[in-house]
């Protein structure tokens, strides 16, 4: 068992117009995404999604540039910008999702590459908001990294894993459920308010747990479920399934991200392999998770079937446990297994201790000890609106407004990607998944390609009357080691395709 | 297995001696001291919205995923 796995992260930003509350957010949205697309030369049809099953919805009300500067005639050669769905040169989807623009970051393989290319999608959407605030001081779009308003509505950070198929989905949903309900206590973002709309004043742990209401099931804007059963796996059916995760907030602490990951991936070894841990089912998972989720101090038991009572930390030690004793079995430890493992143990144990000395680590720690600061030093009730003000602008993306980054950048917060890393990743794929294929095809050829999608790339070839698609159907083929010195040696797409012929021959 | 159990980091309640080896002992250095702790609210206090009310009644989502 490895922690190893495809896997990627994505991501639906909080939008907004300072100044502008009547701004439409679907056009607010397509805008962010075409000037980034434009600046780039990633235009519809030049680098778009190959996305013919869905569209987005349509709203009515007419858009109105609420800013003489951010000018309108940049944007005209798009017609409908709510329709703006574009690939990345880092092999990224980046387009409006519902109201919402979304970076799906480019599969890896690592819950340390996840981190990084998540954080890339920080970094994209930070400079697309840029190319819209020419003047800073009188900002046209605003763009956060979390996920509810505090008012009722919510939008998602979903992880996805690819899972063996024959792995029977009721062993996922058995054993998944009790770990999903119990992990934010790692990877949750903290939340100023309790209840949807935040009717009830005070801290919690996760910023979505408010806002699940189903144990399993296919929706996910309504009735969220636990476990989500979409079943589209973006690779060859009956070999794959990918875990298509809604439960999940989203994360600026590197750790935080690394450890959701990381421990997502083992435990999902563990149900393929047929060894999680039994007896865990709870009696009310979706009850659970609110009660974990409002008690920041770890101590809150939760009801399993079989009568016994249980923490989430001792949820999570049962899993941690699992997997190492598994490991140990199987004498099978790659280096990259033992650092999630040891950091998981790490974190636990610390959590179990004192909670509030994972500030550099975990990302609703961080927050609520600087917002019980603020309530220390100025006799805050919960109910202050600067405690929910500093929630929002938490993850605010603008250097200088977020306080999250104020704080990563004094060195408070622990990194495990740097700087450099992070702007590579912004326009280089990772090299180990087929999205290596996807990104480099768009940076080399993006005048060639017509669109392209997450196992698939359709290309224009000069001289060619039908448009020519490669289909990429398995998620570890197209890698650099597999493909990279055609690509090297290729002077135009149409001898790329040539090769490639031969290469699958 | 019994490598294991002696390696397994202790969980004691309220047990303040962590085992050496735990990764993020950047924990002590990485988070905001008490010391630092004063001017980071500081700052906070200058980046924060002047009209957090109305700042934060503004802040309304359309749902998504």
């Known amino acids: ?505 | 297995m019994a490598n294991l159990e002696q390696s397994r980091p202790q969980r004691r309640e309220g047990d303040p001696e962590l085992p050496p080896d735990l990764p993020g002992p950047a924990a002590a250095a990485s988070q905001i001291s008490d010391a630092d702790l004063d001017s980071v609210l500081d700052e906070i206090d200058e980046v924060l919205e002047s009209n957090a009310e109305e700042f934060v009644r503004s802040f309304v989502q359309k749902g998504g995923q």
């Open chain 1, 1 to 505: 068992m490895t922690v190893r796995r495809v896997m990627g992260i994505e991501t639906e930003y909080g939008i907004s117009a300072p100044g502008d509350p009547s701004a439409n957010p679907m056009f607010l949205s397509g805008h962010v995404v075409t000037a980034y697309a434009r600046a780039h030369g990633l235009l519809p049809g030049k680098g778009g999604w190959d996305y013919s099953t869905e569209a987005p919805l349509r709203d009515a009300r007419g858009w109105e540039l609420g800013r003489a500067y951010a000018d309108p005639s940049q944007l005209t050669d798009i017609d409908d910008p709510t329709l703006a769905n574009v690939v990345l040169t880092n092999g990224a989807r980046f387009y409006v999702d519902h109201a919402h623009p979304e970076y799906s970051g480019p599969e890896v393989t690592s819950p340390l590459d996840a981190v990084l290319w998540d954080r890339a999608g920080d970094e994209v959407m930070r400079r697309a908001a840029t190319l819209l605030n020419p003047d800073p001081v009188r900002p046209t779009v605003a763009l956060y990294k979390n996920n509810t308003d505090g008012k009722g509505a919510s939008y998602g950070t979903h992880e996805n894993y690819l899972m063996r198929r024959e792995t029977a989905f009721g062993d996922i949903v058995r054993h998944l459920t009790p770990f999903f309900v119990a992990r934010q206590i790692i990877c949750g973002a903290g939340r100023v308010g309790i209840g949807q709309d935040s009717r009830t004043s005070g801290f919690q742990i996760s910023q979505r747990a408010d806002f699940f209401e189903a144990e399993v099931g296919l929706e996910t804007t309504v009735k969220r479920p636990i476990i989500n059963t979409r079943d589209e796996p973006h690779a060859t059916p009956d070999r794959y399934r990918r875990l298509h995760v809604i439960i999940g907030d989203a994360n600026q602490c590197d750790v935080a991200t690394y450890l959701k990951m990381g421990t997502t991936s083992l435990v999902l070894g563990l149900i393929e392999a047929g060894v999680a841990p039994r007896g865990l089912e709870l009696q009310d998972p979706v009850g659970s998770l609110k009660v974990i989720s409002r008690d920041p101090t770890l101590q809150a038991l939760v009801p399993l079937r079989d009568g016994r009572q249980m923490r989430g930390l001792d949820l999570l030690w049962a899993y941690h446990d699992a997997a190492a004793h598994w490991l140990e079995d199987r004498g099978e430890m790659d280096p990259e297994t033992d650092a999630v493992m040891t950091r998981w143990a790490s974190v636990l144990t610390r959590l179990t201790a004192d909670p509030m000395t994972l500030a550099g680590e975990i990302d609703w720690v961080a927050k609520l000890r600087v917002l019980q600061a603020l309530r220390q030093r100025d006799g805050l009730a919960w109910t202050e609106p600067r405690l929910a003000a500093l929630d929002i602008q938490w993850t605010d993306l603008r250097p200088e407004k977020s306080i999250f980054a104020s704080i990563r950048s004094k060195g408070h917060v622990e990194q495990l990607a740097t700087a450099d890393q992070v702007l590579a990743a912004v326009t280089t794929p990772p090299e180990d998944t087929r999205a290596w294929f996807r990104g480099e095809c768009l940076r080399r050829f993006a005048g060639s390609v017509v669109s392209a999608s997450w196992d698939s790339i359709v290309f224009d070839v000069p001289g060619q009357q039908s448009l020519q698609r490669i289909p990429l159907n398995e998620p570890l083929k197209g890698t650099k080691a597999q493909v990279g010195w055609l690509l090297e040696r290729s002077r135009d797409v149409g001898e790329l395709l040539r090769d490639l012929v031969g290469v699958s021959d």
